[in-house]
Nanobody, 126 residues
Framework: QLTLVESGGGLVQPGGSLRLSCAAA????????IGWFRQAPGKEREGVSC????????NYADSVKGRFTISKDNAKNTFFLQMNSLKPEDTGVYYC???????????????????WGQGTQVTVSS
């Protein structure tokens, strides 16, 4: 059973940066699609970014393209979301996700992910 634990959230000023981490335990991430979702108060959950299990596909929501970067460290069984040029509208709870042999479609939310972290709060405010 795969478990995911996020860290790295917090309060940051607009224009600042944060790096979220997601540590996996119970199984190697080697054959898993991995990704990040977020949910702001009163808004629907949004797929932010993902990498397919094969590593051949990486996608970002239009709202974060050019500012966020997803990456994976197989040796540490951990993946990351580097967030730069943060905006107030990036505020929300961020969840890391994983799916065995999963894909990473352009429309991230259509890929079901079975494994979710507990969420970490990101607040962008001056």
């Amino acid at each position: 059973q795969l478990t995911l634990v996020e860290s790295g959230g917090g309060l940051v000023q607009p224009g600042g940066s944060l790096r979220l981490s997601c540590a996996a335990a119970g199984s190697s991430l080697e054959y898993y699609a991995i990704g990040w979702f977020r949910q702001a108060p009163g808004k629907e959950r949004e797929g932010v970014s993902c990498i397919s299990s094969s590593g051949s596909s990486t996608n970002y929501a239009d709202s974060v393209k050019g500012r966020f970067t997803i990456s994976k460290d197989n040796a540490k069984n951990t993946f990351f979301l580097q967030m730069n040029s943060l905006k107030p509208e990036d505020t929300g709870v961020y969840y890391c996700v994983a799916e065995y042999l999963g894909d990473c479609p352009r429309r991230i939310h259509i890929q079901p992910f079975d494994y979710w972290g507990q969420g970490t709060q990101v607040t962008v405010s001056s």
